[in-house]
Each structure stands twice: as structure tokens, then as C-alpha cells.
């Protein structure tokens, strides 16, 4: 499960266990959403500087699969 709280992604196993961060950047992070097949994400985030962005994290790719489109 993937949620969005006080501006940040976090994780949690659908049966249980404690939330933890997905992401370690600075902005602002929201509206997780997944792709039918399950392997990717698409989030957006925000800062004041550079304004808004959408990345999309392939989950095949571990952490290193994000990148910003």
C-alpha cells in the first residue's frame, strides 16, 4: 500500500507492519497512482523553485527506477 502524508510517499505491507518513506527528496509528494499491471507508479511533486513535476517509478528497477518525465 502506498499513501500520501504530510507532503511525503510512504509504504506499508497491506497486512500490517510500520509505514515507511519511499522517497528521501525535499519536495512536496502527492496523488501516488498505479499502473494496471502493478509494476509502476506515477506521483507528483512540488516545490516553490522549480513548481511541479511527474515522476514515474518503475518497481522493477528498485529505487533507481524513477525518473522524472
Do not use: I
Not at 509504504?11 to 509505514?19: F, K, L
Not at 511541479?52 to 528497477?61: A, L, P, S, Y
Amino acid at each position: 500500500m502506498v499513501f500520501s502524508a504530510l507532503g511525503r510517499l510512504y509504504g506499508a505491507e497491506w497486512g500490517g507492519g510500520a509505514p515507511h518513506r519511499l522517497t528521501d527528496g525535499d519536495d512536496f509528494e502527492y496523488a501516488p497512482a498505479f499502473a494496471s499491471t502493478g509494476d509502476k507508479m506515477a506521483y507528483v511533486t512540488w516545490n516553490d523553485d522549480e513548481g511541479g513535476h511527474v515522476w514515474v517509478w518503475d518497481f522493477r528497477q528498485g529505487p533507481n527506477g524513477r525518473r522524472r518525465v
